[in-house]
């Protein structure tokens, strides 16, 4: 904590002294997450160079801002950040940046009641609004919109792109609903490390469970390994699921503890949840990375 909030003052110190790199061939649109960055690209394509704050694989509730990172942000034209305290440790240098700079807060207008909260607090809201796709889609046209704003000589460009992305998007959400009306005729249910899936039980109306809570910063108690293992054993659930970013030390216990009941669980995946894959891989972009995550669960909870 003190690190970051060193970091933080000296990126305030320093910022009006700093100058943006001029002369670039294609604006510098800096995105936090390689989830975010896919979808900026899918709105401008080749028009700017689209960069992940974060590499792919990074967790972004533990990311902590580097001196790199403050360097880049300042030099980018844009920076696009998700909210709903996903990037939580550097959610104090986005306020910061609101000052100097060009930013868009994706998650702006998504309405209240459409997110999921665990209790009053602002930082209680799960941020993981792309695993409903049409969260996603809302995120991406109010992208669109700001962009618009920010580059009103693409405005053309961006809404063309924005419509061609948004038809992908519809088709993605009826291939999910399709797959889950299947897996919802077994009583299975889905799940995971931590609660990062909470949004796709809403959308499609299928039974999720995380061992840990929204944050990855959160330890599971014995208490919740013993209930989960408790349904898990009862539902006769095929397979829970290990994530890319998290370690799996908590859903192997949870697949020890079912053994101890007699149940043998099979640890499955690893699910993509708060990032993507390396580029040119099958989860390497946004759709990619939903429909091998979908494909991970169809085919090991499936009878």
């Known amino acids: 904590m003190k690190n970051?909030?060193?970091?933080?003052?000296?990126?305030?110190?320093?910022?009006?002294?700093i100058e943006r790199e001029n002369g670039r061939e294609k604006p510098l649109i800096v995105a936090?997450?390689?989830?975010?960055?896919?979808?900026?690209?899918?709105?401008v394509g080749e028009n700017a160079e689209v960069v992940s704050l974060m590499p792919a694989g990074v967790d972004p509730h533990l990311y902590k801002a580097s001196v790199r990172d403050l360097d880049l942000l300042q030099k980018a034209d844009l920076v696009i950040y998700h909210g709903l305290f996903l990037e939580g440790k550097m959610t104090e240098i986005f306020e910061k940046l609101e000052y100097s700079q060009s930013i868009i807060n994706i998650s702006t207008e998504i309405p209240d009641s459409l997110l999921i909260r665990s209790g009053p607090e602002a930082h209680s809201v799960d941020p993981h609004i792309w695993f409903d796709v049409k969260l996603w889609s809302l995120?991406?046209?109010?992208?669109?919109?700001?962009l618009k704003e920010w580059k009103p000589e693409w405005k053309s460009m961006v809404e063309e792109n924005s419509i061609l992305y948004q038809i992908k998007l519809n088709v993605l959400n009826k291939e999910i609903q399709a797959k889950v009306k299947e897996l919802k005729a077994t009583g299975q249910a889905l799940i995971t490390a931590h609660d990062a899936f909470a949004y796709f039980g809403k959308a499609y109306d299928f039974e999720v469970r995380g061992l840990q809570g929204l944050s990855t910063l959160s330890e599971p108690g014995i208490r919740d390994l013993t209930d989960l293992a408790d349904f898990v054993a009862e539902r006769k659930i095929k397979a829970v699921f290990a994530e890319q970013t998290i370690s799996p030390k908590a859903i192997n216990a949870l697949v020890a503890a079912g053994k101890n009941q007699g149940h043998d669980i099979q640890l499955a995946g690893p699910l993509y949840t708060d990032s993507l894959d390396q580029p040119s891989t099958p989860a390497g972009t946004y759709i990619g990375m939903v429909q091998t995550n979908l494909q991970i669960i169809f085919e090991s909870l499936k009878p």
């Open 32 to 43: 936090t997450t390689s989830i975010l960055a896919d979808g900026v690209y899918n709105l």
């Open 139 to 146: 995120a991406m046209k109010y992208t669109a919109k700001e």
């Open 4 to 17: 970051l909030l060193l970091l933080v003052c000296l990126f305030c110190l320093f910022s009006c002294k």
